[in-house]
Nanobody
Framework: VQLQASGGGLVQAGGSLRLSCAASSHTFEGYAAGWFRQAPGKERTFVAAISGRGGTFEYADSVKGRFTISRDNAKSAVYLQMDSLKPEDTAVYYC??????????????????WGQGTQVTVSS
C-alpha cells in the first residue's frame, strides 16, 4: 500500500493542525495505522496509533490530551488532529501502516509501509 501524508505547515504555539494520510488500498481496514515524528538530529518517535477498525488507540505521553488520531476506512484515510501545539511538536510527521489490523504498535519496526513526511513547524 502507498501512503501520502499532507496537512503540515507553520502554526503558532497554541494553534491547531490536521494531518491527513491517504492510502492506496481499498481494504484499508486491514491495516493498523500510526503517526510518527522526527525532529532534526533526533530519532523517529511514536506519536499515535489506531487499529484497523478504529476501536483501539495508543498515544505517546507527550501528546496525550492534545492530539487525536482517527480514520475513515471508506476513504482509506487516517488523520491526526493536533491541538494546543507546542514548539517541541516541531518535526517531520510520517504516517505508517501495519499489516496486522488488530494491534496498535508503538515501534517503527512493526510497521510495513511508510508515507513521505510532512513538515510541522510550531513557532513560539
Amino acid at each position: 500500500v502507498q501512503l501520502q501524508a499532507s496537512g503540515g505547515g507553520l502554526v503558532q504555539a497554541g494553534g491547531s493542525l490536521r494531518l491527513s494520510c491517504a492510502a492506496s488500498s481499498h481494504t484499508f481496514e486491514g491495516y493498523a495505522a500510526g503517526w510518527f515524528r522526527q525532529a532534526p538530529g533526533k530519532e523517529r518517535t511514536f506519536v499515535a496509533a489506531i487499529s484497523g477498525r478504529g476501536g483501539t488507540f495508543e498515544y505517546a505521553d507527550s501528546v496525550k490530551g492534545r492530539f487525536t488520531i482517527s480514520r475513515d476506512n471508506a476513504k482509506s484515510a487516517v488523520y491526526l488532529q493536533m491541538d494546543s501545539l507546542k514548539p517541541e511538536d516541531t518535526a517531520v510527521y510520517y504516517c505508517a501502516a501495519d499489516l496486522n489490523p488488530f494491534t496498535v504498535p508503538r515501534g517503527p519496526l512493526e510497521y510495513d509501509y511508510w508515507g513521505q513526511g510532512t513538515q510541522v513547524t510550531v513557532s513560539s
